[in-house]
Each structure stands twice: as structure tokens, then as C-alpha cells.
């Protein structure tokens, strides 16, 4: 049973960080892709970053740059996400996916982060 399970999210002042944090579990983890997407009410889901399957190369949304670090362990079957700077801009319900090359893609049910003095 493929299990994606996101953990970490709460409720942060402006300037503050948090790490979310994406526990994998029946499949291959080191053969996927993973991503982090996010989606606020009334808008659609926006992918955040991503990191190839060895984590030799991530991608950032141009809003995250210098801010948002993805990473994986693949030994531990976990993808991260530490964020830094946080924004009100930045609250949203975040999403883990992992991607088998586009043919086999997995979400997990969220987890909410909320920016807010």
C-alpha cells in the first residue's frame, strides 16, 4: 500500500522557519521524483520545488529561491522541506509527491502551514 504522510506544518510568526517533512512507504522510493506542492484557498496547486531521484538536482519555484531548501534520504525513505523567511504569502496546505516518470504519481494528504503574527 503506497503511503505518502506529510508532517511538520503548524502556525508561524512572519520571518520563521519550519520543516515539513514527507515519510514514504510502498514503493521504491530512490526510483521517484519527489516534489512539494502547495495550494491556498482559492488558488490552485502550485508546485513548490522538486529534487531528482539520487537528489543531485532540485528545482524551486522563483518564490522560494534562496528561502525554501528541498532534500531526501533515501535510506530513511523522507523527503524535506526546510523553509526559511516564511511569508503570509507562503500559508497554504503543502502536498508530497513522488513521480515515476510522469506514469506513476502519488500525493499525500497534506499538511498545513499557516504564516500569521
Known amino acids: 500500500q503506497v503511503q505518502l504522510v506529510e508532517s511538520g506544518g503548524g502556525l508561524v510568526q512572519p520571518g520563521g522557519s519550519l520543516r515539513l517533512s514527507c515519510a514514504a512507504s510502498g514503493f521504491t522510493f530512490s526510483d521517484y521524483r519527489m516534489y512539494w506542492y502547495r495550494q491556498s484557498p482559492g488558488k490552485e496547486r502550485e508546485l513548490v520545488a522538486g529534487i531528482t531521484n539520487t537528489g543531485g538536482s532540485t528545482n524551486y519555484e522563483d518564490s522560494v529561491k534562496g528561502r525554501f531548501t528541498i532534500s531526501r534520504d533515501n535510506a530513511k525513505n523522507t523527503v524535506y522541506l526546510q523553509m526559511n523567511s516564511l511569508k503570509p504569502e507562503d500559508t497554504a496546505v503543502y502536498y508530497c509527491?513522488?513521480?515515476?516518470?510522469?506514469?506513476?504519481?502519488?500525493w499525500g494528504q497534506g499538511t498545513q502551514v499557516t504564516v500569521s503574527s
Open positions: 509527491n513522488a513521480n515515476y516518470w510522469d506514469v506513476l504519481i502519488y
